[in-house]
């Protein structure tokens, strides 16, 4: 079974910047796909950034050009480095992780989360 911990969340100003971690760990063989999602009052819970384990990634629209996703492999951890941010980011930021277990074969696993604010 893998366990997710994502951490980096925080208050900003508009403009400013945040990096999200998210930390695999447990019985884990590989971690596959990981994808930063989040969810805002009110709205449902959308894919920010995703990053196979290949390397390749890919971005909502709305983020293009300022957020960032990477990977390292050796610490089992994924970043979301987020650039000019603005009030509408402002989300509770999920981690989400297709993991190959060592016993437990492929499955999805969530972490807790991690609240972003973004003052204007």
């Known amino acids: 079974q893998a366990h997710l911990v994502e951490s980096g969340g925080g208050l900003v100003q508009a403009g400013g910047s945040l990096r999200l971690s998210c930390v695999v760990s447990?019985?884990?063989?590989?971690?596959?796909?990981v994808g930063w999602y989040r969810q805002a009052p009110g709205k449902e819970r959308e894919l920010v950034a995703l990053?196979?384990?290949?390397?390749?990634?890919n971005y909502t629209d709305s983020v293009k050009g300022r957020f960032t996703i990477s990977r390292d492999n050796a610490k089992n951890t994924v970043y979301l480095q987020m650039n000019s941010l603005k009030p509408e980011d402002t989300a509770a930021y999920y981690c989400?992780?297709?993991?190959?277990?060592?016993?437990?074969?492929?499955?999805?696993?969530w972490g807790q989360g991690t609240q972003v604010t973004v003052s204007s």
């Open positions: 989400n992780a297709l993991v190959r277990g060592i016993t437990t074969g492929v499955q999805f696993y």
């Open positions: 447990g019985s884990i063989f590989s971690i596959l796909t």
């Open positions: 990053i196979t384990s290949g390397g390749t990634t």
